[in-house]
């Protein structure tokens, strides 16, 4: 059975930071490609960052150079550091993994407050 659980959500002022952690089970971790979507209330779900097993990493231009995404192959994790986070950045976030099919996280709540 597949699982993808995410941490490290919370509240947080703008301009400060916070690391998402996804732990996945019930797959070839090193073979997936993991990612991080987020979707704000009334908005579309969208693609925040990627990351291959060999590390080439996609940043979405909204977040790129505030946040990285990285990955763990030995404790089947998946990371995101968000800095100078922005009241905008307010969303739920959720990991993927993906290899021939996609598998979802339930996701975790980022607030920014202003």
């Known amino acids: 059975q597949v699982q993808l659980v995410e941490s490290g959500g919370g509240l947080v002022p703008a301009g400060g930071s916070l690391r998402l952690s996804c732990a996945a089970s019930?797959?070839?971790?090193?073979?997936?490609?993991m990612g991080w979507y987020r979707q704000a209330p009334g908005k579309q779900r969208e693609l925040v960052a990627t990351?291959?097993?060999?590390?080439?990493?996609y940043h979405a231009d909204s977040v790129k150079g505030r946040f990285t995404i990285s990955r763990d192959n030995a404790k089947n994790t998946v990371y995101l550091q968000m800095n100078s986070l922005k009241p905008d950045d307010t969303a739920v976030y959720y990991c993927?993994?993906?290899?021939?099919?996609?598998?979802w996280g339930q996701g975790t709540q980022v607030t920014v407050t202003s």
């Open positions: 990351i291959t097993g060999s590390n080439t990493t």
């Open positions: 019930g797959i070839i971790f090193s073979r997936n490609v």
């Open positions: 993927s993994a993906a290899w021939g099919r996609v598998y």
